[in-house]
């Protein structure tokens, strides 16, 4: 046996043994998705064990250092720890834009006193993070930002407004870019921070989007005080720990086009509309799941082999915004079909049948994937110019 087989077969024995029957079920509400932090509320005892058993074993992130209570493991491992436990139905026991964004950034920018302050808490859950690029005139154009920080000799004073500011009214800490340098050029004189956002002076306020839900804040700083040591990287190079941070975001966005374990579409159209034949009734729509899953397959196995080659530092470094597009627009598709399939059902809005609507809710949020993190537009000028070479306008 070689050690890879030896480790599936401990890996799965061990999943077997702690993640709990409840943590094994289908994800049926936002509730049922643990992002821990102060606030965080567990929906049962379950999720709080699953919870802690994982973040225990570092496996809530698996390929981090053990010296930052992460895993430890090997890429190979990671991947067979995923493949286990989608094997067992179980759910994710921390969503983390810690885990998905900053962490990466800090092993690679931070000071050793910064990754043994920040990874840890991560890894066990105890602090939520949010991230605060966009500002209302600098979406796109991010490096025109213009929230500002003052040298005050021992603290940095922070002014200035971010928006599309993810759960910020529920983040515990925001990792921040902000201008040091307005003298600068515009990719200059930009550092990157991190502070509390219970600090005096910082108040979030929800934008409602057209689903009815809001992930979504503007976030205010006002005379904000932020200790000295909480500047990751150098003094107005945070430009490139925003680069290097945009390239997990991407990744991550992309991830929601992996839809390995994700309820099939073709078993809520086949209850909607039935079978002919042994086939789906409907033969378009037939016709599109298949193409929608052929898709879909490709591009999981386009993810793990950019993922190989990134291990082995062979990646294109535009690879993100690759993914991150076709990720996106994927998962688009997968919510059109979904709503055809669920048929007049799934334009029901409020009930308990619906769960106050979440299909229709989610097909309309989906709307935002080819804007958040980077438009649609943006990646494909970025596939054009860094992968196809293509001669500019």
Same mark, same amino acid.
């Given at each position: ?88 139905? !179980? ?20 000071? +050793? ?36 920080? +003052? ?29 040091? #340098? ?34 979504? !804040? ?14 990751? &990287? ?41 079978? +002919? ?6 033969? %378009? ?23 190989? %080659? ?11 915004? %690759?993914?991150?597009?076709? &990720? ?7 919510? +059109? ?20 609507? #979440? ?35």
């Amino acid at each position: 046996m070689s050690d890879l087989q030896a480790f599936r077969h401990e890996t799965r024995a061990w999943l077997e043994a702690n993640c709990p029957a409840e943590m094994r079920e289908p994800v049926r509400s936002e509730g049922d998705v643990c992002w821990g932090g102060r606030r965080w509320t567990f929906q049962s005892q379950a999720q709080r064990q699953w919870l802690e058993r994982m973040a225990e074993a570092g496996w809530t992130a698996p390929e981090w250092p053990r010296a930052y209570g992460g895993g430890g493991l090997s890429r190979e491992e990671a991947k067979v720890l995923r493949a286990e436990m989608a094997k067992l139905g !179980c759910r994710s026991p921390l969503n983390s834009f810690g885990i998905w964004m900053l962490g990466p950034a800090l092993l690679r920018y931070g000071t +050793e006193d910064q990754k043994r302050a920040y990874l840890p808490p991560i890894v066990r859950g105890e602090i939520r993070w949010c991230q605060g690029y966009s500002e209302p005139n600098a979406g796109s154009d991010l490096a025109s930002l213009q929230t500002r920080a +003052e040298d005050r000799g021992d603290h940095w004073l922070v002014n200035g407004q971010k928006i599309w500011t993810s759960y910020a009214d529920q983040a515990d800490w925001i990792f921040c870019l902000v201008r040091t #340098d307005p003298a600068a050029p515009k990719h200059l004189g930009i550092s990157f921070i991190l502070f509390d956002m219970e600090s005096p002076g910082v108040s979030t306020r929800p934008i409602n989007l057209i689903s009815g839900k809001s992930p979504f !804040c503007e976030t205010f700083f006002d005379n904000v005080q932020v200790p000295k040591s909480n500047l990751v &990287g150098e003094l107005n190079r945070g430009w490139d720990v925003a680069k290097y941070l945009l390239t997990h975001e991407r990744e991550m966005i992309s991830g929601m086009g992996n839809l390995e374990g994700s309820p099939s579409i073709g078993a809520l159209a086949t209850r909607t509309l039935g079978l +002919e034949g042994g086939f789906l009734a409907d033969p %378009m729509l037939r016709g599109q799941i298949a193409a929608f899953d052929v898709d879909a397959i490709a591009f999981r196995l386009a993810m793990e082999r950019t993922g190989d %080659m990134a291990k082995a530092r062979q990646a294109h470094p535009a690879a993100s915004s %690759m993914l991150k597009y076709y &990720g996106a627009e994927l998962n688009k598709r997968r919510f +059109e079909l979904l709503m055809a399939a669920g048929g007049a059902d799934a334009l029901e809005w409020e009930g308990e049948r619906s769960r106050d609507g #979440d299909l229709a809710r989610s097909w309309l949020r989906t709307k935002a994937n080819s804007i958040e993190g980077g438009t649609s537009e943006i990646q494909l000028n970025i596939v054009a110019k860094r992968i196809l070479e293509l001669p500019g306008g």
